[in-house]
């Protein structure tokens, strides 16, 4: 809540966080014997979410910040890495991202979807988790885009709400690129538990599981969205 509120506390806080994130790297790289070592960098994704209108926007009143955030992870890698290929030059060292980002333009809520479509009903007005739906429920949706069919007739149902979901759209503009089977995408002893439906929505379009709202399109909480393929 304060990240959204504030975003000038929001950055200070992201600056706090890189010197003591640096030292228990240094102090575990010291202390223990490792082979992998790994140093994960959460402010990143932090900032991207709550200011990539002010990344993206050169007049916004915290550009600058942001990208003096930036400067200032870049240096923490660069400390980093510098020392490891003192002490390791002949190990392997990776930088890498689990994912992109992009604007976000509007939240669609699965769920409301689904129940506006038929496939979803509450046993209560709280909301408060999955045990607040109905038993004739068919389907329910959980982040990001994973959808669970829970009717007998599960073959008929995927077609169909696949087929009904990817004809969505925001004011003329198709919200998804795909609606995946789970036989598409997944494989291995444990893919019968992954979610039958995968939904890949369009950039700008944030897809939620949560239960609360009843309109499926709703103005985005964060500027930022992650992004699989940036």
């Not at 925001?170 to 089977?181: D, I, M, W």
């Not at 002893?189 to 700008?204: F, I, K």
């Not at 709202?213 to 930022?224: I, L, N, Q, R, Y």
């Given at each position: 809540r304060r990240a959204r509120e504030d975003k000038e506390a929001l950055i200070e806080d992201l600056h706090a966080s890189l010197e003591p994130r640096e030292e228990a790297a240094l102090y575990y790289w010291r202390a223990e014997e490792w082979d992998i070592l790994q140093v994960v960098i959460t402010g990143t994704d932090r900032l991207q979410h709550f200011l990539w209108d002010a990344l993206e926007e050169v007049d916004h009143p915290l550009h600058q910040r942001v990208l003096d955030y930036y400067h200032a992870v870049d240096s923490m890698v660069g400390r980093l890495v510098a020392r490891f290929r003192d002490?390791?030059?002949?190990?392997?060292?990776?930088?890498?991202?689990?994912?992109?980002?992009t604007r976000c333009h509007r939240e669609v809520r699965l769920n409301a979807w689904l129940r506006e479509h038929g496939y979803l009903a509450f046993r209560d007005t709280q909301r408060a988790s999955l045990e607040s739906l109905?038993?004739?429920?068919?389907a329910f949706a959980l982040d990001p885009g994973r959808i669970y069919v829970?009717?007998?007739?599960?073959?008929?149902?995927?077609?169909?709400?696949?087929?009904?979901?990817g004809r969505l759209t925001?004011?003329?503009?198709?919200?998804?690129?795909?609606?995946?089977?789970r036989e598409e995408i997944y494989e291995g002893?444990?893919?019968?538990?992954?979610?039958?439906?995968?939904?890949?929505?369009?950039?700008?379009f944030d897809l939620k599981g949560t239960l609360k709202?009843?309109?499926?399109?709703?103005?985005?909480?964060?500027?930022?969205m992650h992004n699989p393929e940036a």
């Open positions: 002490a390791h030059g002949g190990g392997a060292l990776f930088l890498l991202s689990d994912h992109g980002f109905q038993d004739s429920t068919l829970c009717g007998r007739e599960r073959d008929a149902l995927c077609v169909r709400i696949a087929a009904e979901l925001f004011e003329g503009k198709p919200v998804l690129r795909a609606v995946h089977r002893p444990e893919a019968a538990r992954g979610p039958d439906l995968v939904a890949q929505a369009h950039d700008g709202g009843d309109e499926v399109f709703a103005a985005p909480s964060m500027s930022g």
